[in-house]
């Protein structure tokens, strides 16, 4: 038979034990224990041992749960995990467009939901998230809510190329000289400079 070990004047949590006080109704030793606050009550040692019980419930009153956003089934928390997921995720389908280009999201954002609520507002219906610097990462001076539209404005097909103090997208260059968007965008990546990458013909190598 296992021997009861006596825990009177032991203190667990609010709890102060008082002294042995029957059993239950599983024979389990009941202790009379006295909380912080003053009340009494009856409570068996593996809960006061596991911290089941901590107090009568007074120790919620002075320390109540901390309150969720509520917003987890949200759109907007979908958009906030999603971000996170792209940028940290090697399984995420869009993985290499982000995190593997050196995209990360901001600590201020990364830890908290509330947070990037504070600092984007209220999701508009039918926006979501984008980077006003395509190169950038997710942060507060470089994230606005776009539209399709919008965003379609700000793919890299559409990044903005300067030739001849004059101002066009890939796009718009690509479909004056006759040059595919993808081959001026590999020469930029390659380190060639605007003008290069849109004027010169295509299977022309730099020296």
């Not at 982000?98 to 908290?112: K, L, M, N, P, Q």
Request: hydrophobic share 25%; net charge positive; glycine share 8%.
């Amino acid at each position: 038979m296992t021997r009861m070990i006596d825990i009177s004047g032991m203190i667990f949590c609010r709890w102060t034990v008082l002294r042995e006080d029957g059993r239950d109704k599983r024979g389990e030793v009941l202790w009379r224990c006295r909380c912080k606050c003053g009340n009494e009550s009856r409570i068996t040692s593996s809960s006061l041992r596991s911290g089941n019980s901590r107090s009568c419930g007074c120790i919620l009153k002075d320390h109540p749960p901390k309150k969720t956003h509520g917003a987890s089934n949200t759109k907007l928390y979908q958009v906030w995990k999603g971000m996170i997921r792209r940028c940290e995720n090697k399984n995420t389908r869009h993985y290499n467009d982000y995190g593997g280009r050196g995209i990360s999201v901001c600590e201020r954002w990364r830890h908290s939901f509330e947070n990037f609520i504070n600092d984007m507002g209220p999701r508009p219906e039918g926006y979501s998230i984008e980077r006003k610097d395509n190169n950038g990462n997710y942060e507060p001076l470089n994230c606005i809510w776009a539209s399709s539209k919008d965003q379609n404005n700000n793919t890299r097909n559409n990044r903005v190329i300067i030739i001849g103090g004059e101002q066009k997208t890939m796009t718009q260059w690509s479909t004056i000289y006759g040059i595919s968007a993808s081959t001026i965008w590999k020469r930029i990546k390659l380190g060639w400079s605007d003008e290069d990458s849109v004027l010169t013909p295509v299977n022309t190598i730099l020296l």
